[in-house]
Nanobody, 126 residues
Framework: QVQLVESGEGSVRTGGSLKLSCAVT????????MGWFRQTPRKEREFVAA??????????DYGNSVLDRFTIFRDDAKNTVFLQMNSLEPDDTGVYYC?????????????????WGQGTQVVVSS
């Protein structure tokens, strides 16, 4: 059974940082692109960050609103993907979802992701 379990939810003030984790079981992690998406009060599900499957080069991609503030990285030894969020703003408030795209190198399209976590809440107050 494939499972994605997010952790690291929290509440911070503007300018603060949080680190989200997503532990993956039940699939070949090294052959899987991983992504983070979020559901905010103002927008439909929004792409946040993605990281390619493992190889000699690991590619990443970011949504414009988080570029230069968020970093996605993976630890294949632990089957875990992380999202380091710095300089958080109130507009970053939402539910953050980890997702896996099996057999996909890298994608920003939520339709390419076939397994999703349950979501974890992030609240940023001013």
């Amino acid at each position: 059974q494939v499972q994605l379990v997010e952790s690291g939810e929290g509440s911070v003030r503007t300018g603060g940082s949080l680190k989200l984790s997503c532990a993956v079981t039940g699939l070949t992690f090294s052959n899987t692109a991983m992504g983070w998406f979020r559901q905010t009060p103002r927008k439909e599900r929004e792409f946040v960050a993605a990281i390619s499957w493992s190889g000699s080069v690991t590619d990443t991609d970011y949504g414009n609103s988080v570029l230069d503030r968020f970093t996605i990285f993976r630890d294949d030894a632990k089957n875990t993907v992380f999202l380091q969020m710095n300089s958080l703003e109130p507009d970053d408030t939402g539910v953050y979802y980890c997702a896996a795209a099996r057999g996909v190198y890298l994608s920003t399209d939520p339709a390419r992701y076939d397994v999703w976590g349950q979501g974890t809440q992030v609240v940023v107050s001013s």
